[in-house]
């Protein structure tokens, strides 16, 4: 009996303590959408309005103004675009480190990783000169590039991750039964660490939605995607919150829907390894 | 009868229709998202229908990633943009250096001499104009008639320092959520160090002396810095440090502040009825003085240039004397009002009786207009021109560091003494390096 109450306190304390986290890392973006639902001065309100007529003005202003689905199509086509290329990329690397290791495997992991600690700042000059002279300034295939290379050590970390938890018995059968590289790769190896793969590759897809440095500096017009969309409503003089709120809400909409119908992958990606 | 061969037509709408296209010129431009600006963005097809081979493509960009954007592109040539807007700091520096083109040969139309001197002069270099103003400002006093008329209080048209002080102590009561005065606090060159450098104006101080000394430890920026720290700590709203013009025009909008000391271009905003709880509840009056008027308001002007590396530079120019001319002022009066009129640029809005009767601010902003003087702003000569600011390249950098020291003196971090004289030390170190001085 004891037993069972300190069980369901237990659960219970855990259910609260998850609820309380999900509330807490949620109530920013509840406070967007709330905002994004006011007027300027609803907005700048103190102490801060929960109840209020709420307005689609900031919405119409918006679409009014700005090309939304010009800006949102950049995005899909950038994040898309650059993740299956870093996919392409990462799992062979990924299969040539996992299982033909060499004593250099481990430092060439670390050292990929290493890049991502550099401030991209540090190479937004190189970076700009070399896309000015190949004319990929304000283009959507040199985000796809930057943001291929920029996820990349990510990726193949994650996967090589997945791919190491894969008993080796599994691939000698294969191979026992004659199977080539390509086929371990495609008829072995891909089957059971799809999840990972579905994992990484969504992984790549948000980071790459939510990337704004590169997308600021690279693009003017033409490529802009969403993070260049919400910049362009900050405001120097003048109030701003309302509107820039309902932007925001805007751009994170695809990238939230796109994460929830596929939670379920997600999670069971990151929390799994390959063959458990 | 006529007969005609399919192929020569084909070929004739061929070379008619990549003629057209040839001839179809886009001209790419960065801008912020000021309420100007965005109104400019809106009525630019005005523009285009009337420039059939013109296509306006606005980029907006927030104000700090613009400035780097543009300076990133004018560095590597790159030639993104053929429009950019930039400010009275950056035009003569960027003039100077051959990043951007020559303002000349405007149409008589244009009737370059109804600019603002003083705004005309902020935008040259070396007698040359290298931008034309889009909007212009100087700073003022906000008040609240409302809350001076219950304590009896009465504004004078030019205060002193000392006296927006008195006032402030008078009317601050925190337990109201109602502040004697806000102040920009918030680090930064065009932030608090835009303010702090008028009341530094005003207490007789200046950034060098003749020979580029930096005169921060001076008295005048010891009696102003202690002055406006003091001020704020005593009287403003909590968390000052943190504030810059937006949150001090959000405070101001919902009736916390009983005065506000900041950009003329304000006025638009706390009159405006959709905007500002306040809006029939306040004037205005002088930016305040103390032991000089010189260089108490600020000078200010948001302006459109053609950087050298642009393509397209003469139509761009066209489209550039077309949205700072008074027929771009008439389509916004009538379209948006008069009191809309892009403010501080040109003399002959400020003739306009219908736009004095619409715009309560405008008589107050053309006298600081009038009155700053960006190449006589202390009281002891100065080798440098700017109000606000000094007109070289290193000082955005030092000066937003400034801004940080007493933005922490500010939030008490530090002492006025240390912040001052670290100040005093990393801005000689600058000068030393950029060979102003040994």
């Not at chain 1, 994170?252 to 063959?275: E, N």
């Not at chain 2, 104000?63 to 030639?79: M, P």
């Not at chain 2, 290298?130 to 048209?157: I, N, V, W």
Request: charged share 15%.
């Amino acid at each position: 009996m004891k037993l069972h109450s300190q069980k369901v306190a237990k659960e219970l304390t855990a259910t609260v303590l998850c609820w309380a986290i999900a509330l807490l890392i949620f109530f920013p973006i509840f406070w967007m959408v709330l905002t994004s639902l006011k007027t300027e001065i609803q907005a700048i309100s103190m102490p801060p309005q929960l109840f209020f007529k709420p307005t689609l003005e900031n919405y119409i202003g918006i679409f009014e103004r700005s090309n939304y689905t010009r800006f949102a199509w950049n995005s899909v086509v950038i994040a898309l675009g650059s993740s299956i290329i870093g996919l392409l990329l990462a799992v062979p690397a990924a299969y040539a480190m996992a299982f033909y290791p060499s004593k250099r495997t481990k430092g060439t992991l670390l050292w990929m990783l290493s890049t991502k600690m550099m401030p991209p700042v540090g190479v937004l000059i190189p970076i700009y000169l070399l896309f000015r002279d190949t004319g990929l300034l304000d283009s959507r295939l040199g985000l796809i590039i930057i943001f291929a290379l920029m996820n990349l050590p990510i990726m193949i970390w994650m996967i090589y991750t997945y791919f190491r938890e894969i008993p080796t018995e599994i691939l000698e059968a294969g191979r026992m039964d004659g199977v080539d590289t390509r086929q371990e790769i495609m008829t072995i190896i891909l089957p059971i660490s799809m999840g990972g793969i579905a994992s990484s590759f969504l992984l790549a897809v948000i980071l790459s939605w939510n990337e704004a440095f590169w997308s600021l500096n690279l693009t003017a017009s033409k490529a802009a995607p969403l993070t260049a969309f919400i910049a362009s409503y900050s405001n120097p003089e003048g109030l701003f919150w309302a509107r820039l709120s309902a932007a925001s809400t805007l751009a994170v909409a695809p990238i939230v829907i796109f994460g929830w119908l596929s939670m379920k992958q997600l999670v069971r990606g990151l929390t799994f390894g390959a063959v458990k | 009868m006529i007969k005609y061969n399919p192929t020569l037509i084909g070929v004739a709408i061929c070379t008619l229709a990549s003629s057209a296209f040839a001839q179809q010129t886009t001209l790419t431009i960065g801008t912020v998202n000021n309420g100007d600006m965005v109104r400019m963005e809106a009525l630019a097809s005005a523009y285009e229908d009337a420039n059939l081979n013109i296509q306006l493509d606005f980029v907006v960009l927030e104000e700090n990633v613009l400035r780097q954007r543009l300076t990133t592109d004018i560095a590597a040539g790159s030639g993104q943009f053929d429009i950019m807007t930039i400010g009275s700091y950056e035009a003569p520096i960027w003039g100077g250096n051959g990043w951007l083109v020559e303002m000349g040969n405007l149409p008589a139309s244009y009737d370059v001499d109804d600019l603002f001197p003083s705004i005309r002069e902020a935008l040259s270099h070396e007698g040359t104009l290298y931008a034309l103003p889009f909007y212009g400002e100087s700073s003022m006093t906000y008040y609240r008639t409302d809350l001076f008329d219950q304590a009896g209080l009465t504004m004078p048209e030019q205060p002193t320092w000392h006296q927006v002080r008195d006032f402030a102590e008078a009317l601050h009561d925190p337990g109201n959520n109602q502040y004697g005065i806000c102040l920009r606090g918030l680090a930064g060159w065009g932030q608090n160090m835009a303010i702090i450098s008028t009341i530094v104006n005003a207490h007789g101080g200046q950034w060098f002396d003749m020979d580029w000394e930096p005169q921060l430890t001076s008295q005048p920026w010891r009696d102003a810095i202690e002055f406006y720290v003091d001020l704020v700590r005593s009287y403003g709203p909590p968390g000052a440090s943190s504030n810059g013009f937006n949150e001090n025009l959000a405070l101001f909008n919902s009736g916390n502040c009983a005065m506000w000391v900041d950009a003329t271009v304000a006025g638009a905003f706390v009159t405006d009825t959709s905007e500002s709880r306040v809006h029939d509840r306040v004037s205005f009056a002088a930016a305040p003085s103390q032991v000089t008027e010189k260089g108490s308001g600020w000078l200010w002007a948001w302006s459109l240039a053609i950087p050298s590396s642009s393509n397209n530079a003469e139509e761009a120019k066209k489209f550039i004397a077309w949205a700072t001319s008074k027929e771009y002022s008439d389509l916004v009066a009538q379209e948006h009002g008069i009191a809309a009129i892009p403010p501080g640029t040109r003399i002959s809005t400020y003739e306009n009786a219908e736009y004095l009767a619409a715009a309560p601010f405008a008589e107050m902003t053309l006298k600081q207009m009038e009155k700053a003087d960006p190449s006589d702003s202390t009281l002891d000569p100065s080798p440098y021109t700017g109000v606000q600011f000094v007109a070289i390249p290193r000082f955005q950098a030092f000066a937003t560091v400034v801004g940080q020291q007493l933005s922490g003196a500010l939030a008490g971090s530090t002492t006025v003494d240390q912040a001052l004289n670290n100040s005093q030390q990393l801005v000689r170190r600058e000068m030393v390096r950029g060979g102003y001085i040994d």
